[in-house]
């Protein structure tokens, strides 16, 4: 059974795989087989991940990527199939954590608007169309997008952020109805709050658990698992879904939005 988690001998693309979400996923899929390549802009998160990934007995590259630049996300993928010849696997995990902070629709910039929608939508786009071909020329492949619970729902004046994400949830169900014909399978996961260096902004403000069902904020450990999942054949009947790791938050409807998170009811 256990046979079906093993990622051996499959070749997996991360970006944003430096630090936090990416960095412990891209661990935990070497630990179950798997070589990867770890893509963002700075080359030092990436290179010491690779050595991590390395440590587990995996081969690994770092490529300095910024995925809101098409010309960096095909070289990146050139250097893949130079380095590895395949990709099966790529994870779309890069992305900017309310990077802009939280602030009115007027003072949103023409440049922060596209930085967050280019970072949390379009880079996944264009890394998904560089290698979409390669993937149908071999008979398939996997993508795991990451969204966010913001992808379901709004936060006040929370405009790249959500709208991004609920774009990446728009486009793993595009992806799917479009090249699952071709052997390709789309899936997206959708964290809950867990902090880490891309929350820092908010680590100090956003409620510590209170509002989550579980009691507690994530842990980015607790991602690798999914990722494994994921990537593994044994999710290969999973298709154009989401899957949300965020301790029941969106169950119950948590929603850090500014505004008094819990009315008492009398039900
Ligand atoms: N942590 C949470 O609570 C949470 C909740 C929901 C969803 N998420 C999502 O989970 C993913 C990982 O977030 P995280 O919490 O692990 O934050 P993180 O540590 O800041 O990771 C984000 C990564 O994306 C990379 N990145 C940012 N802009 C990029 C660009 N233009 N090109 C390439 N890479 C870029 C960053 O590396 P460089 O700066 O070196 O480029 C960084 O390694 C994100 O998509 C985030 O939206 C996180």
Partial sequence: MLEKLSLDGKTVVITGGGTGLGREMAVAMARAGADLVIASRRQGPIDETADLVKAEGRKAIAVSTDVTDSSQVRNLFDKTLAEFGKVDVLFNNAGI?????????????????????????????????????HMIERGGGKIVNVASGFGFRGGRDNYMYACGKGGVVQLTRTITTSMSRYGIICTCIAPGYIPTEGTAASNDTLPRGEFIPIGRVGYPHEMGPLAVFLASESSDYMNGEVFVIDGGGLAGGFAPTGYAPEIPLEV
């Fill in 97 to 133: 954590v309310r990077g802009q902070g939280s602030i009115p629709i007027w003072e949103v910039s023409d440049e922060d608007w596209h930085l967050g929608i280019d970072t949390n939508l379009t880079g996944a786009f264009y890394c998904c169309r560089a290698i979409a071909q």
